[in-house]
């Protein structure tokens, strides 16, 4: 991984030119691979210590503590409208940061399996199919096909919407605030 560290808000990558390449870390969620930009991915850590939240929407498996910061942790399978995730000793948190207006977000989302880190090129990613995903159409940045399997780009932004990143921010803020009262 690179150390550099760029300024530049972080967009799309699948919007790049033709004959770009992105890095993109790829994982499983029930039988179907999925992606995003290794730009956004700041950790993978071990499934566990993960607390409830009540009146929470039902994709937000819990908070986690972080080295000291609360991270709100999203159950994608249930994000997409499916039932929640079955936890096995593969499963993960992908910690991401995610874009809202002017603010970054961290984040976690459980995922059944971390698989690979790919190059892709950006000529080689088809536009968002408007059927036969198994989630909302809004939700993917793009098409890739990897060793004889298509990988569905997430768009991070339309995933987790600008209002539900709002709730989250609002659970990290009162649950931090009771970590630093106990």
Do not use: W
């Not at 930009?37 to 929407?57: A, D, H």
């Not at 459980?110 to 199919?129: F, G, K």
Request: aromatic share 4%.
């Amino acid at each position: 991984m690179s150390t550099a560290t760029s300024t530049a808000p972080l967009k799309s990558q699948a919007d790049g030119k033709p004959g770009m390449i992105s890095q993109y870390l790829i994982f499983s969620l029930g039988k179907e691979l999925f992606a995003v930009g290794t730009l956004r991915v700041r950790e993978i850590i071990e499934y566990g210590n993960l607390t409830s939240v009540p009146m929470m929407p039902s994709f937000i498996r819990g908070v986690i503590n972080l080295r000291g910061a609360v991270v709100p942790v999203i159950d994608l399978n249930a994000r997409f409208g499916r039932a929640r995730t079955e936890i096995s000793r593969r499963t993960c948190i992908v910690i991401l940061e995610v874009q809202s207006d002017e603010d970054t977000h961290v984040l976690g989302i459980v995922v059944d399996a971390v698989s690979a880190v790919r190059q892709i090129d950006s000529a080689s990613i088809e536009p968002p199919p408007s059927f036969g995903t198994r989630i909302r159409a809004d939700f993917i940045d793009g098409m890739a096909k990897i060793n004889n399997n298509f990988v569905i780009l997430l768009d991070l932004g339309k995933v987790l919407s600008v209002d539900e990143i709002s709730v989250l921010n609002g659970i990290t803020t009162s649950n931090e605030a009771q970590v630093t009262a106990g």
